[in-house]
């Protein structure tokens, strides 16, 4: 052995024999654990668990460790970014309250001048039934409520609202844990002259949302309006909105959509022949400018009235539109492209005889579509599935959802996130109590479930007016207005799986019980991305005035 290589062997041998006698105090960072700091340095806070997994603003948490100390000193719980108040502290066990305020359920410990490896539980909302979260309670009448997702788990809540002493438009955004993120009662969408009609909303694709209402500022008619604000609650367009359609004349019963290029598509009823109401549509980008024709698409002018006009986008910019033909054919339907030129024939398609249409895009250029269908005698649920030329997929005059003998009524259907759909309704299989069911249908037509569907809440007494989100597992979230509780109109959800299989308690979770609330109004809902979902209603608890109230249901149904 060289005289060089017998020098690096004992240098390599006098190494290792210093490291080894300070291993404890070097060892003690690796793997996190405190266990392993050496004499006079501090332990290291690991943090193992959290309990309960779910918890409200205000209740007690446990977080679970070692290397916290025996006692608090200067050391901290911080849940969401905002510091606990600590019940009781010792080296493995803290109890603490939830902060309110905070929106997630990352925790961390802070103790020794060091801060542990992060934990988790999930928030709930703060409010629970029969108390739920006041959206706005101002003096005078708040009504005609309606959500979008906010896309971070929480919602953006538009209304009427009289407390200036004419009819405006208000909102407000609420977090993922039921926290108001925006002024106390909402924040100003339109106070312009006269009154403002009820509001349609979507989500803007970047933590804000577009709004669009019928307006009567210049006293001629309803004009159409809409504004866009961002996830802070600012106007990003004009104060008081831009004009859609600032004709003279009625104009009403509006839906809106995503164009999916960051701006929106809106259809209306509209009266400005003079004589019948037809059926117009517009598409506005991002920046609030229209780009179709000046005041609107005609999409149908025959001399017959159309009605209740449904609008889904056709993946290209365009938008594909239904409505309800009265004294015509019964369904109509029209494709518009993305420089608003009309596809199908003049006035549209026939898709069959029945009303109160409901529209879905197929993912594919097409749309799936239900409504009350009256061939037999009995209102029955059909549907049909369109290409994007307007032909028909499914079997001629339709598929039929459900053909029960009480009657069938008010369709609604989601994505079923496989080229299909899921659809619910309330009907009468036995006279005189109305239940609530659902169906699935592939992309190809073919029922997936029971026949005439699966019962979603089957109680003796009366459920109807049914809402649907999908859940973004294939499943969705239903809620409804519920009499089973006999002297008041509950509101109650239900989550099913892609096999029609409820997730939640059978019969439904209980959202809102007590005198306030029916079917007569309006319910709305939001999903929350996450398998659960955000309800708002208006609400007469206080037994004078109408006030706006919402719930948040996790995936679980809490």
Known sequence: MSAMRTMNVV???LFLAALSSVGPACGGSH??????????????????SVSPSEARAGDEIQVHG???GAVQGSGSVIVSGIVAIIVSWSDTL???????????????VSAGGTTSNPGSFLILWAATVPQNLPICTAASNQQFSQVAPDGAGGAIIVWLDCRNGQIDLYAQRVSNAGVVQWAADGIPICTAPQMQGPPVIIADGSGGAFIAWWDDRSGLGSEIYAQRIDGTGAV?????????CSLPDDRGSMQIAPDGVGGFLLTWMDYRSGTSNDVYAQRVNGAGAALWTLNGVPLCTTASNQQDPQIVSDGSGGAIVVWEDIGGPGIGAQRVDASGTVQWAANGIVIAGGSNPRLLSDGSGGAIMVWRDFRSGVVQIYGQRIDSLGVP????????MCTGPGGQDDPHLVSDGSGGAIVVWYGAPSPPGTNIYAQRVNGSGNLLWATDGVGVCTLAADQQTPQIVPDGQGGAVIIWFDLRNVTSWDIYAQRIDGSGAALWTAGGVCVRIGAGSSPLTPLSIAPDGAGGAIIVWDDLRSGTEYDIYAQGLNSAGH
């Open 11 to 13: 240098l390599r041998i």
């Open 31 to 48: 793997g996190g654990g405190g266990a392993g700091a050496g004499p006079g340095l501090p332990s290291i806070p690991v943090l193992s």
């Open 66 to 68: 070692s290397g916290f």
């Open 94 to 108: 803290i109890r603490a309250t939830v902060p309110s305020g905070a929106t997630t359920g990352a925790v961390v």
């Open 236 to 244: 990003q367009w004009a104060a008081n909105g831009v004009a859609v």
């Open 393 to 400: 997929q499914w079997t001629a005059g339709g598929q039929a």
